[in-house]
């Protein structure tokens, strides 16, 4: 195990409901991460957080809501998904998320299917 | 052009076979390289990490980076079984964040 944990594995939602995902670090890390990981595509970078605060936005659309309410928790707020944002959500988290690149320690991932 | 180029695969070597993954990548600002791991089912996790050129060596792993080709190469020595995953190349330049920019993966199938 990495130390970082993420619920739920699965999830399988309508366009219209309303999910979060969890994602629990246990490294005493300052930084935290979602990517997306869909087939034959690089993962994508998501959100930074940097001490529970926002440091990066990769224009991802509206209907992904992050919150990050201490260093060792973040969520990713579902809403109105579509089709298309079925795939593999990735949370991850390093020491800081400044300066020489550390070191980012990946969860499991929650595979999510969007009906 | 994408700044990360990785060859999907899949790619499908005998047990002890040598192994040779590649990533090619168009920054030259890039300075850090990963190769990660990732099993079916589970989150990448980190194998190999060097800095600049060079290569470096774990076990029958061996990460080697040619900044003046900007080409990076994983070898694995001797291929296990259990070898067999998607493996993820990854570098950034060292700036301002932490932003890893990922190549789409290669899948490797050791056969017994």
């Known amino acids: 195990e990495t130390g970082v944990t993420q619920t739920p594995r699965h999830l399988v939602m309508g366009m219209t409901n309303k999910k979060s995902l969890k994602c629990e670090q246990h490294l005493g890390h300052n930084a935290m991460y979602w990517y997306k990981q869909s087939a034959k595509k690089p993962l994508e970078l998501m959100f930074v957080?940097?001490?529970?605060?926002?440091?990066e936005n990769n224009s991802v659309p509206s209907r992904f809501s992050p919150e990050c309410p201490n260093s060792s928790h973040l969520f990713l707020h579902l809403h109105t998904l579509q089709p298309e944002d079925s795939a593999l959500y990735l949370c991850?988290?390093?020491?800081?998320?400044?300066?020489?690149?550390?070191?980012?320690?990946f969860g499991p991932g929650t595979r999510l299917l969007v009906l | 052009q994408k700044e990360v180029e990785q060859d999907p695969g899949p790619l499908s070597v005998p047990e002890g076979a040598i192994v040779s993954l590649n990533c090619t990548y168009s920054n030259s600002a890039f300075q850090y390289f990963m190769w990660y791991r990732q099993y079916s089912r589970k989150g990448p996790e980190l194998l190999m990490y060097t800095y600049s050129s060079g290569n470096k060596e774990d076990g029958r792993f061996t990460a080697q980076v040619d900044k003046s080709s900007k080409y990076i190469s994983l070898f694995i020595r001797d291929s296990q079984p259990s070898d067999s995953a998607t493996y993820l190349c990854?570098?950034?330049?060292?700036?301002?964040?932490?932003?890893?920019?990922f190549g789409t993966g290669t899948l490797l199938a050791v056969q017994p």
């Open positions: 991850a988290s390093s020491q800081d998320s400044v300066g020489p690149v550390k070191t980012q320690y």
């Open positions: 957080y940097s001490l529970e605060e926002r440091v």
């Open positions: 990854a570098m950034n330049g060292g700036g301002a964040t932490n932003k890893l920019i």
